[in-house]
């Protein structure tokens, strides 16, 4: 009797060990699986707030693009105020010569210079008291009309002076809301370039902790199957144990390779740019030549309209030159010179906002070529006025 009660405890020891073994394992893997949620749970949100600040960016790039739109209505504007502006000054010039030669078929010298004596030979000369009555009425006329006429000289001259200065001040006004314009919108391309680097990298080190976490579970089943299947094999009656020597019971071999993490592929690496060949000025000029007269675009990179960026990245890219798309990038891209080095051919940057927010291609003798918000595709000079205020320097492609 204490023989068969020795090996019955024998026997429970034995069967309580086995199945120990798997819910130890079993309670590791729920610890793994914690682990994996939580990190899975982390990297969800932190996708989510770089996908909301993705959506902040593109609100305010689409806004950026609305502002250009305006702004680019209110250039057309202006260019037509300007273009009435100089047929106003045509027809006031013609006028103004008509009234001069007015003026000096009647005496103009009164008006001028003071000189009386003209009109005063003209009275005298009378030959009755009723003829010099009318002769210094035809006289006080002539005086009265000359002085209308230099007095809507002088104010169609002020008028158009004060026109013209106000309209070129709304030009330039114009140019540099264009340049801060075309900065922003590449501060917020790359702010949006980056966003999307960050949930691309999210993304994947979210599918790896799912992946990760699919394996825990995998496992979990499997410690669970094998304890289950111990559990099976112990229940058979105690007795047996006297009798027979029972083989204990084997996990079943796990053939399932679903615990292997899968290769989550690595984003592919962007190549370094290849060196630019040393520009064909020649080849450059020509093609910039050739789009002479294109509208500004904000945003334009085709022979519909330019940005300054955008001309000369098209110029370039005539003669198999591949520059970066905006204006700062490419001061970047090229190598500095003084302005006594520059040839044809090169780059001019100039700054306007607090950053490289224009460029436009040297011609040389203190001229360049660029795609101006004011002008479209057309020749400019550098100095004495307004460009000379924003000159940052001169660089080489190559």
């Not at 005298?124 to 009555?133: R, T, Y």
């Not at 089943?221 to 144990?241: G, L």
């Not at 436009?360 to 205020?389: D, K, R």
């Amino acid at each position: 009797m204490n023989k068969k009660l020795l090996t019955m405890v024998v026997v429970s020891s034995v069967a309580l060990s086995s199945l120990a073994l798997p819910f130890s394992a079993s309670a590791a893997v729920d610890d793994d699986i914690n682990k994996a949620s939580q990190k899975i749970s982390e990297l969800s949100g932190k996708k989510d707030a770089a996908q909301g600040d993705i959506a902040s960016i593109t609100d305010k790039i689409a806004t950026n693009e609305a502002d250009a739109t305006k702004l680019v209505a209110e250039m057309e504007s202006t260019q037509a105020s300007l273009k009435t502006l100089t047929a106003e000054i045509t027809t006031l010039n013609t006028k103004i010569a008509q009234r001069e030669d007015k003026l000096k078929d009647q005496a103009r010298t009164i008006q001028v210079n003071g000189d009386t004596q003209n009109y005063l030979d003209f009275v005298l000369s009378a030959e009755s008291l009723s003829d010099v009555i009318g002769r210094v009425d035809v006289v006080s006329q002539m005086v009265s009309a000359n002085q209308d006429l230099v007095k809507e000289q002088k104010s169609d001259k002020d008028a158009v002076a004060s026109k013209q200065k106000e309209t070129e001040q709304k030009s330039g006004e114009q140019t540099i809301l264009a340049a801060k314009l075309e900065a922003s919108k590449a501060d917020l391309d790359q702010q949006k370039l980056s966003k999307e680097a960050v949930v691309a990298s999210l993304a994947s080190e979210q599918a790896s902790a799912e992946n990760e976490k699919a394996s825990f579970l995998t496992k979990k089943e499997e410690a669970e199957k094998a304890a289950a299947a111990i559990a099976a094999a112990n229940a058979a009656p105690v007795v047996a144990a006297q009798t027979s020597t029972t083989a204990p019971a084997q996990a079943p071999t796990n053939t399932n390779n679903s615990n292997s993490e899968p290769t989550v592929p690595a984003p592919t690496p962007t190549p370094a740019p290849t060196p630019a060949p040393p520009a064909n000025s020649g080849g450059v000029l020509g093609a910039a030549y050739g789009v002479s007269g294109t509208p500004y675009l904000y945003g334009g990179t085709t022979i519909a309209g330019f940005d300054c960026s955008g001309f000369t990245q098209y110029a370039f890219s005539a003669v198999g030159i591949s520059l970066p798309r905006t204006a700062s990038a490419q001061y970047s891209a090229t190598r500095r010179i003084s302005q006594a080095e520059a040839q044809p051919g090169d780059l001019v940057f100039f700054n306007q906002t607090g950053s490289i927010d224009h460029v436009a291609i040297y011609l040389g003798g203190g001229q360049f070529i660029g795609s101006q918000s004011s002008t479209g595709v057309a020749v400019a000079s550098i100095s004495p006025y307004y460009w000379a205020n924003y000159l940052v320097g001169f660089g080489r492609v190559g």
